[in-house]
């Protein structure tokens, strides 16, 4: 298959695409690395390379030049050759976590204007041994649901959140948590084109009974479904 190569100053910019491909170029990958550089002032992960129309998959680069952080050395770009480590991983680090605050934040914020304080349960434990936990229980007049928030940057990363969680839920039987479950995933990119329900319908292991992935306005659809308690005197 003949592929499209373009130019980007003065070097071969060349352009992904399906099926058999010839040997990618050291000075083509080159080009595209510094094309996406330029795009987003950094360069790219693996899992941005697969995504990145003028650079081949991870998986390519793995065979033909030894991975990603052996290509950077070769093409002495940056300072910092394996994402994994140093600052770069650090900041990266902060990043998510603090993104998780937020995103939880959020979702604390509405529970309680929906449900009211005392009902909302922050790090819910659900077995004795102190480490498997929901982020949030809310109790209502339906004998309550769990909700496990989680941000996926990508629809991969999204796949591989899911599979966490169910595997933590996986032990916890239906007579210990007869309740709903929740995975709220709360990247509003990733909430519509029915990308939700595509996954699931592909997924090899399914979603238990009692348990949903919902985006944020399907998750508050599922709220004002519920009926909140009030406190008697």
Known sequence: MRHKLLFFYGMTLREQKRGFQEP??????SAGLRHFFKKYGRYPTATEIDQYPYLPSARSVERSFGGLVELR?????????????????????????????????RVHAYLIKRFGREFVHREYFF???????????????????????????????????????????????????????????????????????DLLKKKKHQLEKRQYLMGWEEFASFCDRRKALKITG
Not at 90 to 97: D, E, M, N, P, V
Not at 176 to 181: S, Y
């Open 24 to 29: 990618w170029k050291l000075e083509e990958l």
């Open 73 to 105: 050395r070769r093409l002495t770009l940056g300072k910092e050759h394996d994402f994994r480590t140093g600052a770069h991983s650090s900041k990266r680090a902060h990043t998510i976590l603090n993104r998780a605050h937020e995103v939880e934040a």
């Open 127 to 197: 077995t004795d041994d102190h480490r498997t936990r929901a982020d949030f229980f809310v109790y209502d007049a339906q004998h309550g649901f769990c909700v496990d928030v989680f941000y996926p940057s990508t629809r991969r990363n999204l796949t591989g959140c899911l599979n966490i969680k169910l595997k933590k839920y996986r032990d916890i039987s239906a007579n210990l948590l007869p309740c709903p479950i929740i995975f709220l995933q709360m990247n509003e990119k990733l909430d519509g084109d029915n990308i939700l329900e």
